[in-house]
């Protein structure tokens, strides 16, 4: 299974528009950071886990040719508003299946209703196959993928375990329960956004507690926010084993 890590950064993407903050002002390409989502292949497979304002650049940038489907954590903007650039893989491969919790299938028809119309509909208008998940394993042609609930302040939100690999972002509180789907899986990524503690994201100091308790092989940070420092210095503070992601990496699990 090949990870590409699509966007590693927070909502307003690093760096951010009219900011002299250090990190934003930096040369080093690991600290600039599109709006966070992953692509993961596996055999001739390849879904995308969320589809933010940076989708279109994101497969240009990795020559995406194809896209199976889409699996969306929520519906927050910086997860979904790039969801009408399908459009090239509509018109090449047809409907494109979509999963989601089912308040988030609602927020996406609501945000693009001309996507779901079924009467004179524009005729450049994608079309979408929706697919709703629950909390239980769910099939993505053969692969099994786990949901993990947890709460990005008081909003639900999905992460995912594909095989050996568990994607999970924009989180705060995840239970005991959820966290044994996960425990000891080969590559877990979880959101840091900054040192500070914050009202619905994991800080620096309870993702590292996270990882902990999940006590996974390796493990990736992501969802991250120009408050969390230059790449360089924060990556030579984390203990063995944690990374910080960066868009472009490529793993292979």
Request: proline share 5%; hydrophobic share 35%.
């Amino acid at each position: 299974m090949k990870i590409t890590f699509l966007g590693t950064g927070t909502s307003q993407g690093i760096p951010i528009i009219g900011s002299d903050h250090p990190v934003c002002l930096s040369d080093n390409p690991k600290d600039k950071r599109l709006r966070v989502s992953v692509l993961v292949e596996w055999d001739n497979f390849a879904y995308v886990v969320d589809c933010g304002p940076d989708f279109r650049y994101q497969m240009l940038r990795e020559n995406v040719k194809k896209i199976d489907g889409i699996v969306f954590t929520h519906e927050h903007s910086d997860h979904v508003l790039g969801l009408d650039d399908i459009r090239p893989f509509y018109f090449r491969q047809g409907d494109i299946p979509i999963y989601a919790h089912k308040r988030v299938l609602k927020s996406i028809k609501k945000r693009f209703d001309y996507v779901f119309k079924k009467e004179n509909r524009y005729p450049g208008a994608p079309e979408v196959v929706t697919n709703r998940v629950k909390n239980k394993p769910f099939k993505l042609n053969d692969l099994e993928v786990i949901p993990v609930n947890g709460k990005h302040n008081e909003l639900q939100v999905f992460g995912f375990r594909f095989k050996d690999f568990a994607y999970l972002t924009d989180m705060k509180t995840v239970s005991d329960k959820e966290i044994k789907k996960i425990k000891n899986v080969k590559v877990l990524v979880i959101n840091a956004l900054r040192i500070k503690p914050h009202q619905s994201h994991f800080n620096l100091e309870e993702a590292l507690e996270f990882v902990e308790k999940v006590n996974p092989g390796t493990a990736y940070l992501t969802h991250i926010s120009h408050l969390l420092g230059f790449h360089e210095e924060v990556e030579r503070s984390l203990p063995k084993r944690v990374f910080l992601a960066y868009d472009g990496l490529k793993i292979t699990v």
